[in-house]
T-cell receptor
């Protein structure tokens, strides 16, 4: 059983560019959450998708957007990249996260390391 | 707003020493508490979790944590650490913010053999 997978592993972009990161959830999971982990910090919640809709959003600007597909996979898009967007982007999947009231375990992928020059 | 504080940024121990990592959260309502671990080169994985009931919870690899509601704390403990416990440890909470995990900044544990 494959766990959560993310692509690409590493990415280098320049300021002002746009980037798309991809995530495939663990088999049987229907909810995908995205987190940003800056160097030396804990992961910060960006948003969560369930049934192809954004259900919760953290304190991130509109430059961060996402999508969930019918097969539950998800994309994170960041527009107008800033130097401060350099971080490890983590995807986490869970099953029926909303129904579980925050108790359902979230399984994390290996992350995509984004460097903005 | 909900927040999590981990007081120890870097802890260095010798094998067989006892471990306690501190975690405090800011929200006084119903919360769900988690400890995640990230071993070098690996994914974040769940160590243990607390929702309700017995405030002393046991997780994988001999770790345990105690929930003390009056202190808003959820400290992680292990009686005797091993070299393989070298990792970064994150305390996290869900609750007021819904199902989003709110993480602390993490504690790096280095265990020397």
């Amino acid at each position: 059983d494959a766990g959560v997978t993310q692509s690409p592993t590493h990415l280098i972009k320049t300021r002002g560019q746009q980037v798309t990161l991809r995530c495939s959830p663990k088999s049987g999971h229907d909810t995908v959450s995205w987190y940003q982990q800056a160097l030396g910090q804990g992961p910060q919640f960006i948003f969560q998708y369930y049934e192809e809709e954004e259900r919760q959003r953290g304190n991130f600007p509109d430059r961060f957007s996402g999508h969930q597909f019918p097969n539950y996979s998800s994309e994170l898009n960041v527009n107008a990249l800033l130097l401060g967007d350099s971080a490890l982007y983590l995807c986490a999947s869970s099953w029926r996260a909303l129904a579980g009231g925050g108790r359902n375990e979230q399984f994390f992928g290996p992350g995509t390391r984004l460097t903005v020059l | 707003a909900q927040s999590v504080s981990q007081h120890n940024h870097h802890v260095i121990l010798s094998e067989a020493a006892s471990l306690e990592l501190g975690c405090n959260y800011s929200y006084g309502g119903t919360v769900n508490l988690f400890w995640y671990v990230q071993y070098p080169g690996q994914h974040l994985q769940l160590l243990l979790k607390y929702f309700s009931g017995d405030p002393l919870v046991k997780g994988i690899k001999g770790f345990e944590a105690e929930f003390i509601k009056s202190k808003f704390s959820f400290n992680l403990r292990k009686p005797s650490v091993q070299w393989s416990d070298t990792a970064e440890y994150f305390c996290a909470v869900t609750g007021q913010a819904g199902t989003a995990l709110i993480f602390g900044k993490g504690t790096t544990l280095s265990v020397s053999s």
